[in-house]
């Protein structure tokens, strides 16, 4: 089986109030009973590194194909959610791609941290590259399970790659990034063939 990995980024307007944004995430969680679903959790993030805009939130789903995919962003739940609470978002961005392993488990524990890598290629970068530069992405120790993969979704700003990092909890993950991947970010190679980074640190909430 292979585990399609959706990610969606959005900021939330400054001066919505915080009722309102508590029930969207209630909302919002509350897809994970859908059957086009593996997993669903939504919820802040608690730091966000990007060129682009400072997202506030995150949501991440699993679905075992494209077609579950699809049945999940079309499900009137779904649409009727994002209908509803378009008003409040400054900027949303959303990012799909074929996990390259199956993670286990499937549904991260509540309190564990998950560090999102984007990466946006210039030009031409061959795909041998590509694989050199998510080889040095997965080069962070301490992980409990990481997936990485190609972005095929249409709303992903110009990011191609996409890197998915679950460790135990936010302990854990600021160690091994201490460690890893401020030294890996800044090796030449990544330099010479990126346009772009953003990371975005998130935990999984309680519910």
């Keep these: 089986m292979s585990i399609i990995e959706h990610v969606v980024l959005f900021k939330i307007k400054d001066d919505t109030d915080q009722g309102k944004v508590k029930v969207l995430l209630s909302n919002l969680n509350g897809l994970a009973s859908l059957e086009s679903l593996l997993y669903l959790t939504a919820g802040p993030v608690i730091r966000t590194k990007s060129p682009i805009s400072n997202f506030t939130h995150m949501l991440h789903g699993r679905c075992k194909s494209k077609e579950?995919?699809?049945a999940y962003a079309m499900h009137p739940d779904h649409q009727r959610l994002v209908k509803e609470y378009a008003p409040i978002f400054d900027d949303i961005m959303a990012i799909d791609w074929v996990a390259d392993n199956d993670p286990t488990p499937l549904s991260p524990?509540?309190?564990?941290?998950?560090?999102?890598?984007?990466?946006k290629l210039k030009d031409n970068?061959?795909?041998?590259?590509?694989?050199?530069?998510?080889g040095e992405i997965k080069g962070i120790c301490g992980v409990q399970q990481m997936t990485c993969g190609e972005i095929f979704s249409a709303r992903a700003k110009g990011f191609?790659?996409?890197?998915?990092?679950?460790?135990p909890g936010v302990k854990e993950m600021e160690a091994a990034v201490g460690k890893e991947e401020h030294?890996?970010?800044?090796?030449?190679?990544?330099?010479d063939n990126l346009d772009g980074v953003i990371v975005v640190d998130y935990v999984v909430p309680y519910k």
Excluded: C
């Excluded at 524990?109 to 990466?119: C, D, E, Q």
């Excluded at 970068?125 to 998510?134: A, D, H, S, T, Y």
């Design 109 to 119: 524990l509540p309190g564990s941290a998950i560090k999102l890598t984007l990466l």
């Design 160 to 167: 191609s790659l996409a890197s998915l990092a679950v460790f």
């Design 125 to 134: 970068v061959p795909k041998e590259v590509q694989g050199e530069i998510l």
């Design 68 to 70: 579950d995919l699809n």
């Design 183 to 191: 030294v890996n970010l800044q090796k030449q190679k990544m330099k």
